[in-house]
């Protein structure tokens, strides 16, 4: 077909081993050691994650997949008819079909992903159920504007879908960067439409990131394992312990891998002395107020159009616009 067309014309832009070795180096020789969550998402950390989402602890996809379902007849209100989606990373596939389902005669659909491959599997699961939206896959690191190439019949407006609280991955410098990269690639007239997780008991939000089957510490642990098969480090997996504590001053989970003992980890010719009870900070995952997106959407020039929670526990959709 001519999607299978485009998308083998797409380069695959996955990082590959210098730039994982480079961002390693560089994290690890950091006064505060820290190394990218980003790299968690090899295929096995991405089944992880999916079993993540289905423990009885880890409540943010099934609430804000509840929460759709509830709002999605209004945000096709707020959205108006024949809108371009375009989905920030490629998504579970399950929330945009619901989306795309919900939406008055949508033209077309755009999921902007690093990785080829996953772009591939996300059209494939789309494309059959949706004959007619058009497919336009963008292969491309979204955190950076992107051009969205034009559909075949005019769209209204571009709806930018950046759901999953992957915004709370960001560091907060970061996540106003994305926005900002976000309003362009939206445009004037375009729409964004944002899922959040919100403040709440810290007690829950800890249990969400400390599931008592330890799937999660398996996850986190996972990206050591991962830097030892690709770039050739030699991480002891049982030397290090998942920690993932909630910071009420700073409302995030900061996850970090904590040094059980005096030890030395080698990766490309270098050395790594770390002493007992020494962390490398892995991930954070903010956890929004009103006030603490707020001043987020204020540095990128974006403001709420609409505003959805869901209550207990709470999470948030926001629809945004310039
Ligand atoms: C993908 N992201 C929104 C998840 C989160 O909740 O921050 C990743 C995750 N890390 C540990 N558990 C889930």
């Given at each position: 077909s001519t999607v299978q067309d485009a998308l083998q014309a797409l380069t695959d832009l996955t990082?590959?081993?210098?730039?994982?070795?480079?961002?390693?180096?560089?994290?690890?020789?950091?006064?505060?050691?820290?190394?990218p969550s980003k790299y968690f998402y090899d295929a096995r950390g991405s089944r992880l994650f999916e079993q993540i989402t289905?423990?009885?602890?880890?409540?943010?996809?099934?609430t804000e997949l509840a929460l759709l379902d509830r709002v999605l007849p209004e945000i096709a209100q707020a959205v108006g008819p024949r809108v371009h989606v375009v989905e920030l990373g490629s998504g579970?596939?399950?929330?945009?079909?619901?989306?795309l389902a919900a939406l008055q005669d949508p033209v077309a659909y755009t999921p902007i992903e690093i990785s080829r491959a996953a772009l591939l599997s996300s059209i494939d699961h789309l494309a059959p159920a949706l004959p007619d939206v058009e497919m336009l896959p963008v292969c491309a690191d979204f955190t950076r504007p992107v051009q969205v190439p034009a559909s075949e019949r005019?769209?209204?407006?571009?709806?930018l879908f950046f759901p999953g609280s992957t915004l709370g991955n960001f560091a907060d410098e970061d996540a106003i960067a994305l926005l900002s990269a976000m309003r362009q690639t939206m445009g004037r007239h375009g729409l964004a439409l944002v899922g959040i997780d919100l403040h709440k008991d810290p007690a829950l939000i800890e249990a969400a990131y400390n599931d008592a089957d330890g799937v999660t510490a398996a996850f986190?642990?996972?990206l050591l394992a991962r830097l030892n098969r690709e770039v050739g480090s030699d991480f002891d997996l049982d030397g290090f312990r998942h920690r993932a504590r909630y910071s009420?001053?700073?409302?995030?989970?900061?996850?970090?891998?904590?040094?059980?003992?005096?030890?030395?980890?080698?990766?490309?010719?270098?050395?790594?002395?770390?002493?007992?009870?020494?962390?490398?900070?892995?991930?954070?995952?903010?956890?929004?107020?009103?006030?603490?997106?707020?001043?987020?959407?204020?540095?990128?020039?974006?403001?709420?159009?609409?505003?959805?929670?869901?209550?207990?526990?709470?999470?948030?959709?926001?629809?945004?616009?310039?």
């Open positions: 990082p590959g081993r210098q730039q994982i070795l480079a961002d390693a180096v560089a994290g690890l020789s950091h006064a505060s050691r820290q190394l289905h423990t009885r602890e880890y409540y943010p996809t099934r579970s596939g399950r929330k945009t079909a619901r989306l005019p769209a209204a407006r571009r709806l986190t642990l996972n009420t001053a700073r409302l995030r989970i900061e996850t970090d891998l904590v040094s059980q003992r005096e030890q030395d980890v080698h990766l490309d010719g270098r050395t790594f002395h770390f002493s007992a009870g020494e962390p490398i900070r892995v991930e954070y995952s903010h956890k929004y107020t009103d006030a603490s997106f707020g001043h987020l959407l204020q540095q990128a020039g974006l403001e709420v159009a609409a505003s959805w929670n869901a209550d207990d526990p709470a999470y948030g959709l926001r629809l945004l616009r310039p």
